[in-house]
């Protein structure tokens, strides 16, 4: 028996600062452990405390009950299984990211994070103190070594444990999804376990954590780089890796192989996940979204639906005369397909009595974005006053085309709580909507087959705020200004890479610049999920105010 260890991994989903909550969670995962004879069970980093948890963790008290929630839930598992778990941890003053080893009632051995992340959304710099690399510690017949995360991402850690004798290694993370980022993870993984030659154990957690998705993926990799086990992306699961050791060190036996989707099914399940999870730690049970008849809006209904269920979301349709009967029909049909409630509320009635009220100070002046703009401020206010009445959260619905070059209106579109395709370029907007349509999988709450009308898909986007308005009057079409974007944003490239892949440098200087003076609009505008490496928010941080254009 003592040439086989099982090691069951939790790839379960906290909430941020539920320290009872998650230690509960723990404890569930300890129970089922022991009762399926493991001689170990995992849990992902900073699992007690939930991540990304930013300035919360500099607060003393919140450090205080953090330190208590690890010992007490040491002494909840003192007869089973060893737990591995991550948490607070103060050495002095320094304050630690740290994943301990609970057993017997005690902290038996505690994993200090060594490489802190100073980079897209991670700051651990500002927060945590470097800890030493530790050494592996010892669960039955197995010497374990844990990198934290980021540790693992280099190779003096994963080194220093091996030769100091770990036979496997246990790595926790907290590492959120981005379009690739499997890939990635894997390609380091593999290097840690062709330089050591030992077994190596990815536990990621699952779950959204307001703009951050945890996408899970946990997996075991043998010696050689063989994959072991592979755990479901973006749901919660419980698996166990069971190891025998030969003449050669340990192996895990061959586990379970997840399907692994392609990315268009990753950004989706994305962006439902980090959707659901933000509005059920917020505590909001019902949303709300204004639905025009345009794809944005048909796309957010649809995540919504499948998130929260039908029955937990209203479509408002606030129609003017510049609303088509197209319009009309299509938001009709898209909430019937899903389920919604659908609502009609106009604004010709409030907007007549605002072009009252300003006539005075408007007079002999021409209309302009003014009176356009001055609808969809109607829209906000009355989709924010029914938020207010009635308890439930407002989406708002821009996708990352327009929240770059700031085409949407601050106070009126871009009113609300959480925006599900902030970070979803409008081209990738419309393949989605053509994947939700063809494709429905057991985590979608709404119905399946077309839920998003062809029309909506096909017909050309408009913002509606004027006669024969098209989005193409003021922007460059969608492909091409999304691929501009791609190299200005994405991969903060220059107007010379612009011109070097085809495009216009005029053309390119003025996103450019649409892009800088939208900023203060981002510095205001609503969180929504990151699905890429360049997200709006953490991963790019630009000053408001900034005369630097490219180019002069």
């Not at 509320?345 to 974005?369: N, S, Y």
């Not at 087959?449 to 024969?468: N, Q």
């Not at 205001?524 to 900034?546: E, H, K, M, T």
């Amino acid at each position: 028996m003592a040439d086989r260890f099982r090691l069951t991994l939790a790839q379960f989903n906290p909430t941020l600062g539920d320290l009872a909550g998650n230690a509960a969670r723990a404890l569930d995962a300890w129970r089922e452990g022991r009762e399926a004879g493991a001689d170990m069970v995992a849990l992902p980093e900073m699992f007690l405390t939930g991540y990304n948890p930013q300035d919360l963790v500099l607060r003393p008290a919140f450090q205080v009950e953090a330190i208590e929630a690890v010992r007490r839930l040491a002494r909840d598992c003192t007869d089973g299984p060893a737990l591995g778990v991550g948490g607070l941890w103060l050495e002095g003053t320094a304050l630690h990211n740290a994943w301990f080893v609970l057993k017997g009632g005690e902290i038996a051995a505690t994993a200090l994070k060594h490489h802190l992340p100073n980079y897209a959304v991670f700051d651990e710099k500002r927060t945590f103190a470097s800890g030493p690399v530790s050494g592996p510690y010892v669960v039955g017949a197995m010497r374990l070594g844990s990198p934290v995360c980021e540790d693992a991402w280099f190779e003096d850690v994963a080194e220093t444990l091996a030769e100091t004798g770990a036979e496997a290694l246990v790595v926790p993370n907290g590492s959120p999804y981005a379009r690739g980022k499997r890939d990635v993870r894997l390609n380091h993984m593999v290097s840690r376990v062709v330089e050591t030659g030992l077994p190596l154990v990815y536990l990621n957690m699952v779950g959204g954590q307001d703009d951050q998705v945890f996408d899970g993926g946990s997996f075991v990799l043998n010696p050689g780089g063989g994959l072991a086990l592979q755990m479901p992306l973006f749901d919660e699961a419980l698996a166990h890796a069971d190891f025998i050791r030969g003449p050669e060190g340990w192996r895990a036996e061959q586990g379970g192989l997840a399907h692994i989707p392609d990315t268009l099914e990753q950004d989706y399940h994305a962006m439902v996940l980090g959707l659901g999870d933000y509005m059920r730690k917020a505590g909001f049970p019902r949303a709300l979204l204004g639905l025009s008849g345009g794809i944005d809006s048909a796309l957010v209904a649809a995540i919504a639906a499948d998130a929260l269920g039908p029955e937990a979301v209203r479509a408002v349709m606030l129609p003017s005369e510049y609303t088509s009967a197209a319009s009309l029909e299509d938001a009709q049909a898209a909430a019937a397909r899903l389920g919604l409630r659908y609502d009609t509320v106009p604004i010709g009635p409030a907007r007549a009595a605002v072009t009252e009220t300003l006539a005075p100070l408007f007079e002999g002046l021409a209309p302009d974005l003014t009176e356009e703009n001055i609808q969809s401020r109607l829209r906000g206010l009355l989709l924010m006053a029914l938020s207010n009445k009635f308890g439930e959260m407002l989406l708002t619905t821009g996708n990352k085309s327009e929240v770059a070059v700031g085409y949407a209106t601050i106070y009126g579109d871009m009113a609300g709580g959480y925006n599900p395709i902030k970070d979803l370029y409008k081209t990738r907007v419309f393949e989605i909507s053509r994947w939700r349509n063809a494709n429905h999988r057991p985590w979608m709450k709404a119905p399946a087959g077309e839920v998003i009308p062809a029309r909506i898909i096909s017909k050309p986007p408009s913002a509606e705020l004027r006669a024969d308005q098209k989005d193409s009057d003021s922007l460059p079409d969608y492909d091409r200004l999304d691929a501009m974007l791609e190299i200005l944003v994405d991969r903060d490239g220059s107007i010379a890479d612009c011109v070097a892949a085809g495009f216009d440098a005029r053309e390119a200087q003025r996103v450019e610049r649409l892009i800088y003076l939208s900023e203060y609009k981002r510095f205001q505008s609503a969180p929504g999920p990151r699905l890429s490496s360049r997200a709006f928010w953490l991963d790019r941080r630009y000053p408001i105010v900034n005369r630097w254009r490219d180019g002069g």
